[in-house]
């Protein structure tokens, strides 16, 4: 990839890119269950790609010092970002934590840490999977 410089894109080209990156890593990940229908895939996929699970992964990152400090800068270059779309079926707040950690993730990709993803997707897997983000 070249003329794409991750240190000089915003927090919502970072987010652009990261929200595809995750959502790629999940859809892959619920295919290798073997799932197949279409309609269980959708909604299985919800409790790892919604702002809500988003938030909910986050705190658990936080609290469990999952992230980098310049992980956490770029979570905070994506949460801080002047979005000019609203948020859908959540609050501000919720929906601003969800644009940080799609931004995280696509620092990562971006700055071709590839197996700092797969260790944070797995890690959510296993939050998800447990039931860690359910409120």
């Keep these: 990839m070249t003329n794409l410089n991750y240190k000089q894109m915003n927090g919502l080209s970072l987010a652009y890119i990261g929200d595809a990156i995750y959502e790629l890593e999940v859809r892959r990940h619920l295919l290798s269950l ?3 229908k279409v309609n269980e895939l959708q909604k299985r996929s919800k409790q790892y790609v919604s702002a809500k699970a ?3 992964l986050f705190e658990l990152m ?3 010092h999952q992230l980098s400090e310049e992980e956490l800068e770029y979570f905070k ?3 801080n970002a002047k979005s000019h779309t609203k948020a859908k ?3 501000v707040i919720t ?6 950690v799609e931004a995280l ?3 990562l990709y971006m700055s071709e840490q590839h197996e700092r993803v797969s260790q944070l997707m797995l890690w959510i897997f296993k939050q998800v999977e447990t ?5």
């Design 95 to 100: 929906y601003r934590i969800s644009t940080g």
């Design 54 to 56: 988003h938030a909910a």
């Design 34 to 36: 073997g799932l197949t």
């Design 105 to 107: 993730f696509g620092y």
């Design 62 to 64: 936080l609290s469990e």
């Design 77 to 79: 270059r994506g949460r």
């Design 89 to 91: 079926n959540t609050d």
């Design 131 to 135: 039931g860690r983000t359910v409120k």
